[in-house]
């Protein structure tokens, strides 16, 4: 076998068929691949699953189910200080030298981080992609809104729910078309409190998902607030 003293890890990992690897060996060289693989793996899974299951749960043909591996994740990284925690205590019982509980709560801290930092940068993407397909929503409900107008211009008044304006109107009840928010709510009556000066409102509860907004929301007089 080749001397692999200067590439410790490698030495580890390359050694004769007949020299099984040891329990304490194996620690030994995942504790120092882990910072070349651990943290950036969990950055990119953060930073790339967040955007992509927004797209699968605010797509047309998204399952609309909750995103638990990122979760997952981020709960794992919470628990760190547990985990050094446990560290600082098997330090005591076996006697482990200082600069290796330094070492390795550093590692467990660097992994949180990363996870931390991902899921920053991924609900950033992931809220570009959902407003996205809350515009494309606003684009397909101009025959909701058509119809709307119609029934109030017709009867002298606002529709009190969707179904008012089945069939004459519109073919069937609508919705969004989105798995995770599929309701349109029709405000009428006194809960247009809060939208002074419109006969009606059409409101779409677009939260959660660590959105920076809640709501989606059509006036007829556009007297939205800012």
Sequence with gaps: MPDMGRYPTLGYLIRPANEPMKIHEFGIWLSRLWPLVIPPGLYFLQWW????????????????EPTLPLMFGQLAAFASPLVILGLIIAKLV?????????????????????????????????????KERFLEFALRSEPIVAAVEGFTHTVGRAPTNM????????????????????????????????????LFALRVQAGGFGLKWDECLFLPDQNYRS
Excluded at 49 to 64: T, V, Y
Excluded at 108 to 117: D, E, I, N, P, Q
Excluded at 177 to 195: A, F, H, Q
């Design 163 to 198: 179904a008012e304006l089945v069939p004459r109107f519109l073919p069937q009840v609508p919705t969004t078309g989105i798995p995770v928010s599929p309701r349109i709510d029709l405000i009428v009556g006194p809960k247009l409190g809060r939208y002074p000066g419109n």
């Design 49 to 64: 699953g967040w955007p992509a299951a927004a797209a699968d749960r605010f797509g047309a043909n998204g399952s609309g």
């Design 94 to 130: 076996c006697r482990t030298r200082w600069t290796t509980l330094a070492y390795h709560s550093l590692l467990v801290l660097g992994s949180a981080v990363a996870v931390f930092t991902g899921a920053e940068a991924g609900r950033q993407q992931a809220n570009a992609v959902v």
